[in-house]
Structures are given as C-alpha cells and as structure tokens.
C-alpha cells in the first residue's frame, strides 16, 4: 500500500536532478504498483485527497507540505456511513498513505 501512495505522490525529477544521477527525467518514472482489493478503499480515498495538502511556511525558503486537511478528510469519511470500526481502520490506513506520500514529497 505504501507502494501506491509513492507512485501517486511522485514527483518528475527535473532535467537537472536526472542528469546528476546519469538519467534523463523520462528515465526516471514512478513505479507500476498493484493493490490488493481490501487496500482499494483506503487508496481511493487517498487519492480525492489529493487536493487537501496542508502547506506551512517554510520561512525564508519554499512552503512544506505537513499533511493532509483531515477536516475535508472526515467530511468524506463521515458521508461513507461507516462503522466505528470501520472509520478506525480506514482512518488509520489513509494515514499510513499519508506518511508514505510525505515522504516522497519532502524528499
């Protein structure tokens, strides 16, 4: 699963980041990934989420991505009509798409 929230959150190095590893920027592509079918809700999520970034100042440099605006995220969660259990789990693994797809962001 974290897999898939690397490849969603990829980003394509620019000319002058590929050729600094020997590449061209067309070299350089996000991975193909396969989810299995209980991942596909939480991915699904993830991915309309994809607008709801939270930036922070960055200071004098670029803004920093801090996570996702979980109040659009609850918003769509709550109109699922899930269980608590439900909610728990698939919050849970939304968050874990979270950290992956940071990662990727902030490198």
């Known amino acids: 699963m974290k897999a898939a929230a690397e490849a969603l959150c990829w ?7 590929a050729v600094a590893v020997g590449f061209l920027p067309e070299d ?11 991942n596909v809700p939480a991915f699904t999520l993830f991915r309309r989420m994809q607008s709801q970034w939270v930036y922070i100042s960055g200071g004098m440099g670029p803004p920093i991505v801090s996570g ?5 995220l ?5 109109r699922m009509e899930l ?6 789990d698939l919050f849970e693994d939304v968050q874990t ?3 992956a797809g940071l990662a990727v962001m902030r490198d």
């Open 97 to 99: 798409l979270e950290y």
């Open 68 to 72: 996702l605006n979980y109040l659009v």
């Open 28 to 38: 350089l592509a996000p991975p193909d990934v396969s989810l299995w079918p209980e």
């Open 11 to 17: 980003r394509t190095p620019t000319e002058e980041e």
């Open 83 to 88: 269980s608590n259990a439900e909610f728990e």
């Open 74 to 78: 609850f918003a769509f969660m709550d």
